[in-house]
């Protein structure tokens, strides 16, 4: 079982940039992929990017190619979301989650584990 949490979230202007980190809790991080996902108001919850176990295969919604970049550090437990050029539409709640599943897919269903959620807001 793994444990999750978010943090780096906040509010900042259209065209500016947030960090996004997610540490989890126990020794066999690196026996999960990571998904980052998120959750505006009023809308389903949708799928961001996905990263394997080991870091080599990376995997990114149309929307957010080119402005947000997903990696992990497997021996601090954690993966980030580096988030650059963000726009008004990226606003909503921003979820990690892992899954024990092999392969990599960005589908919500895949994922075993959930973090509580982190808020970015953006300004236009």
């Known amino acids: 079982q793994v444990q999750l949490v978010e943090s780096g979230g906040g509010l900042v202007q259209a065209g500016g940039s947030l960090r996004l980190s997610c540490a989890a809790s126990?020794?066999?991080?690196?026996?999960?992929?990571m998904g980052w996902f998120r959750q505006a108001p009023g809308k389903e919850r949708e799928s961001v990017a996905c990263?394997?176990?080991?870091?080599?295969?990376?995997s990114y919604v149309p929307s957010v190619k080119g402005r947000f970049t997903i990696s992990r550090d497997n021996a601090k437990n954690t993966v980030y979301l580096q988030m650059n050029s963000l726009k008004p539409e990226d606003t909503a709640v921003y979820y990690c989650?892992?899954?024990?599943?092999?392969?990599?897919?960005?589908?919500?269903?895949?994922?075993?584990?959930w973090g509580q959620g982190t808020q970015v807001t953006v300004s236009s």
């Open positions: 126990g020794r066999t991080f690196s026996s999960y992929a």
């Open positions: 990263i394997s176990r080991g870091g080599g295969s990376l």
């Open positions: 989650a892992a899954t024990s599943e092999y392969g990599l897919g960005l589908s919500p269903g895949r994922y075993n584990y």
